[in-house]
């Protein structure tokens, strides 16, 4: 076992080890090719120019197109295939060995999606990393915040501890490098992160026994100061960044990305969507990136008209799940603290923790709902209709064991599917929303519900979920990123809507479902 000293001269290491990273974007990098090629539609998938690698200096490059695209017959997809490489084709469509059951199938799979550190090219969007890591699969061809947690269950059944170790050093770096964990590893991702999951992970490592929490405290506490910074100037009922200050006093949270221009990976879609509203299109971009923050990208969670993206406030909304996570983050903080003698900065993190919990309790718990909801600050309401982050209370154990006893309910009467734990009440079309079911989603209500005495119904939402996962591999040999939940398992397909097609693979399915198969068989 590394003591916190040995970690952290690890750590440092890597730090000198990988080389400091441009991080310029496609968008900074490219300026106005990067709009033609986004604007014209050279690639059917916005991500695939954004993840190309140029064949020569970028400088070059732009100079190049800025001479010739004045030139007639200028022809700018062959100019892009002649000055840009684009992404390797994904290798996730693995076809599983004749007789391999399921669980047997997703041990294969760990090899293909995962990804070495010394495949990170200059001059592209990849920011580098120390340690080998998993990708999701398909067109997700770097690593994921929220998403890694999600896979990293699986990998510990797995036995794959090294990977475990590895991408929690990973992530611990991107923390010491940039601040916080971006969305992923590329440099379009830096304005905004993800669901913080980091502690998740890092108690992952303590409960196998292939760490200590308290080896990463420096990181968890410098990602705790990028979620809250500028809270310690907010009057009631200003917001900053990420912080809300609610009329009371109470402190909460929200999602948000420091840029309010098209997400570069998806830059037509952006400005598509922005021209569908009647607001200043860098309020709709705004929006759009905080909800890619939140992982729900895209649901009517986020929206004021819930069959109309344009109408996206995910700013204006405090999110159950993001401050389940930080009440874990400042508990986590204080027991590590306290251990390690600094009892001072142990109290501080405490009384942050008991703050967040009765601001929880006050403005997100509705008790005519018997659920947590999200609450709108700007128009001082609970966001309606009911949404799986309503059990991350549950989860991390902020609920009292009545609130549980209530969400419980809810959850049976509201969002169970025949095939698992569903995602919303609304069918929007988005991919987060019905009829759509998501391996962290059923996991999350899994573990909340497991911790809070509802053995039971945590064992009908697992074989249920198996039911779907295993239905489809039968037919198709495949995991994928998301799933129908429909009455029949043996009619399961692969879940629709979102902005790109169904992707196989994939990280967390692969990690959530290896997870529940301890003890249990599933036909393959």
């Not at 020569?56 to 001479?67: C, K, N, S, V, W």
């Not at 500028?230 to 900053?240: H, K, N």
């Not at 986590?332 to 919990?357: F, K, M, N, P």
């Not at 629709?496 to 249990?520: A, I, S």
Request: some cysteine; glycine content about 8%.
């Amino acid at each position: 076992m590394e003591l916190p000293r040995v970690a952290a001269a690890r750590r440092e290491a890597h730090l000198a080890a990988v080389a400091a990273a441009d991080t310029l974007t496609p968008a900074d990098r490219y300026q106005e090719l990067f709009v033609a090629v986004q604007m014209e539609r050279v690639f059917d998938d916005g991500k695939t120019f954004v993840d190309a690698v140029p064949r020569g200096r970028p400088l070059d490059i732009l100079e190049q197109y800025r001479a010739d695209v004045r030139r007639e017959g200028f022809d700018l997809g062959a100019f892009v295939a002649k000055h840009f490489a684009p992404p390797a084709a994904a290798s996730s469509e693995y076809i599983a060995a004749p007789g391999r059951s399921l669980a047997e199938h997703i041990d294969d799979l760990w090899p293909v999606l995962t990804r070495e550190p010394t495949s990170h090219p200059p001059a592209s969007s990849v920011l580098a990393l120390p340690e080998p890591y998993v990708v999701p699969g398909g067109r997700f061809r770097e690593i994921y915040y929220w998403d890694s947690y999600f896979t990293m269950l699986g990998l510990a059944e797995s036995g794959r501890f090294d990977l475990v170790r590895s991408m929690v050093e990973d992530f611990a770096f991107l923390i010491d490098t940039y601040g916080h964990v971006p969305n992923g590893n590329r440099t379009y991702y830096l304005g905004r992160s993800q669901p913080p999951v980091f502690v998740l992970m890092v108690e992952l490592l303590a409960e196998h026994g292939i760490g200590e929490t308290a080896e990463f405290l420096p990181q968890l506490m410098l990602e705790h100061r990028w979620w809250t910074e500028g809270s310690d100037r907010l009057r009631p009922g200003e917001v900053r960044n990420h912080c809300v200050r609610l009329e009371d006093g109470s402190l909460l949270n929200r999602y948000w990305d420091r840029s309010d221009a098209p997400r570069e990976e998806m830059y037509l879609a952006d400005v598509l969507t922005a021209q569908g509203s009647r607001r200043p299109s860098h309020e709709v971009y705004r929006e759009l990136r905080a909800c890619a923050a939140s992982g729900w990208d895209f649901s009517s969670r986020w929206c004021a008209d819930p069959s109309d993206l344009s109408s996206i406030r995910t700013t204006k909304i405090v999110p159950v799940d993001l401050n389940g996570l930080l009440l874990q983050l400042e508990a986590v903080i204080a027991r590590q603290s306290d251990a390690a003698g600094d009892h001072g900065t142990a109290q501080h993190y405490r009384t942050l923790a008991e703050h967040r919990r009765t601001a929880i309790d006050r403005w997100l718990w509705n008790d005519d709902a018997g659920a947590y909801l999200d609450f709108d600050w700007e128009l001082a309401a609970s966001r309606e209709p009911l949404t799986t982050a309503t059990v991350m209370p549950l989860f991390v154990g902020a609920a009292s064991p009545m609130q549980a006893d209530r969400v419980a309910v809810a959850l049976r009467d509201r969002l169970l599917r025949p095939g698992g734990i569903g995602t919303s009440e609304h069918e929007s079309g988005e991919q987060w929303d019905k009829p759509n079911g998501w391996a962290p989603l059923q996991w999350l209500a899994i573990a909340g519900l497991q911790r809070y005495g509802h053995t039971d119904f945590a064992n009908e939402i697992t074989e249920r979920w198996l039911q779907t996962v295993g239905a489809l591999y039968r037919r198709e040999t495949k995991l994928v990123e998301k799933y129908t939940l429909v009455p029949d398992p043996d009619q399961t397909f692969g879940g629709g809507g979102g902005e790109y097609p169904l992707q196989d693979g994939f990280g967390w399915t692969n990690g959530v479902t290896r997870h529940l198969l301890r003890g249990r068989t599933v036909d393959g």
